[in-house]
């Protein structure tokens, strides 16, 4: 989807249909995003957002805003800076009922859960009418809805993925809070070539002694492939960052040219990669 101007995003529907789950989904795809904006200053909002230049926004309006929400559908004919589009998320009955008890939280109703649902839906019949696009979540696990709201988007679901590939070394321990970590002890080590002992991974003796060897290659190109495979099974389950850690002894050398090569190949396939390297300065 070609953007032609600014877009916002107003996510709404009924409560317990996931839109806080939604709006935090538009934050990952780095949208600017807030929840129970008052229409009575959505005017002011626009001339802010014109001031800042945000440029993706995403709204979260439902039910607190009482009798009000009569009045989003003149609030958004008079938008003419952005373009709005209205999502719309739904469940079935029997599934808000659930949700709502198993969390034990309170419906913004203030009335018997099945009462209160029928007058929410009763109160957004209107919104649900003219909405650009109805979810129903009922049986939509996160990993699912983030899709759809990605296909919505017109987004390219891998590339919106943020990777992180980080270097280190074993003798520090193995580097916390990572989705896959692999071992490159298997490759020859720059570390007992005299010359190469106190460069570093991103040093073109270090890589050029690396690359020397068969498996480097063979292992990049492999490691690289699976990476490319697991990115769309990782963004199905919901997932919008991806860290890769790559450790070698040390933390110099293999690591770090390793993590550097699958950087720059992720890069080439379109991917947002980054690189860090925690053990190269011991």
Partial sequence: MKKNKRRIFIITGLSGAGKSQAL????DFGFYC??????ALFKNFISYLSKTGHEDVALGIDMREGNRLKDLPDVIKATKSYDIKVIFLDASDECL???FSETKHRHPIHKKLAAAIAHERKALGGIHSMADKVIDTSDLKLGELKEKLSELLGSTRSGDMQISVASFGFKNGILKDCDIVMDVRFLPNPYYIPA???KTGLDK????YILSFKETGEFATKFTNLVKYLIPKYIKEGKSYLTIAMGCTGGKHRSVFMAHELVKRLKEEGLNASEFHRDIGN
């Fill in 24 to 27: 935090k989904i538009f934050g």
């Fill in 34 to 39: 807030v929840d129970n904006l008052p229409l």
């Fill in 97 to 99: 009922i659930r949700r």
């Fill in 196 to 198: 190469l002992k106190n």
């Fill in 205 to 208: 003796p270090v890589q050029d």
